[in-house]
């Protein structure tokens, strides 16, 4: 997967990506999220779901979990869009594919993918070489976290306008954020002008999750700190709700990640249910 255009996604990112395709692949229809443009990015070997991560039963929750994520986030981005919002900002975009599945929605808006910079130069390649190109609405805006630099300022450098309202979606990155740094998005995030909004995940701590669920944080855990990106943050509902509001929002509630089966798996037979464990932040200005 990786070039000398630049350094290929994480392993979160591209596991991501592949639970994404092994729900179309391998779940029975109807698919809560249709996606197999990630994998076609990631371009794994063929035996890729042979992986002990892409395990068909051991990790259906996980899978589950992670097409209703993405549902959900796309869900509020239509609605949001609906409602006149022209601008989206993925924070961490990784393998997001929402502008070449959706372009229909995309097309609509100013989207902003904002990603480390070697990740973000491959999937640029990637994008273009197999035919999807950059179309004039999809900005790529490379941020180096590492050295601080602010993402805002970078958004803005390529027609951000903070002046106009914005939907904006951080999904799979405070776990690995000290509080302080993610409290220093939610401020620049509660700043920006009144009507945007922020979609936020965040991870329970392990006490607070189903007991059937808690052998795989641990597993999640373990991976995460032997790849070299440990979870370093949890939050209870209460302590994601308590930071948000001292960082700005006078708006803040809390979706549990346990409501996602009522919504998107309520009539299934076939016993898929997302893991509890990721809950969401959904803030307004």
Avoid at 47 to 62: K, L
Avoid at 85 to 105: C, M
């Amino acid at each position: 997967m990786a070039d000398e255009t630049g350094k290929a996604p994480d392993n979160t990112a591209v596991r991501v990506a592949l639970w994404r395709a092994m729900h179309v692949q391998i779940d029975p229809p109807p698919h809560v999220l249709d996606d197999e443009i990630g994998l076609r990015l990631a371009a794994p070997d063929d035996d890729w779901r042979r992986r002990p991560d892409m395990d068909p039963q051991a990790t259906s929750g996980f899978r589950a979990a992670i097409v209703a994520r993405a549902r959900f986030i796309e869900d509020l981005v239509t609605e949001q869009a609906d409602r006149g919002v022209t601008q989206y900002v993925t924070l961490g975009a990784g393998l997001d594919t929402f502008a070449q599945r959706r372009p229909e929605i995309a097309a609509r808006l100013q989207l902003f993918e904002v990603d480390q910079p070697g990740p973000q130069e491959w999937k640029r390649h990637r994008l273009v070489e197999l035919g999807y190109g950059i179309p004039d609405w999809l900005h790529l805006v490379p941020v180096d976290f590492e050295a601080s630099e602010d993402w805002l300022k970078k958004l803005i450098a390529v027609g951000f306008d903070p002046g106009q309202p914005a939907f904006i979606a951080s999904t799979g990155v405070t776990m690995y954020l000290t509080e302080d740094a993610t409290a220093a998005t939610l401020r620049q995030v509660a700043g920006l002008a009144p009507g945007s909004t922020l979609v936020m995940t965040f991870l329970l701590p392990p006490e607070l999750l189903d007991e059937a669920d808690r052998p795989g944080l641990r597993a999640s855990r373990e991976g995460a700190r032997a790849s070299g990106t440990p979870f370093i943050s949890f939050y209870t509902p209460e302590e994601m709700l308590a930071l948000a509001r001292k960082s700005g929002f006078a708006d803040a509630r809390h979706v549990s990640g346990a409501s996602h089966a009522g919504r998107y798996f309520a009539d299934r037979t076939d016993g898929l249910r997302p893991s509890t464990g990721e809950d969401v932040l959904l803030a307004a200005t």
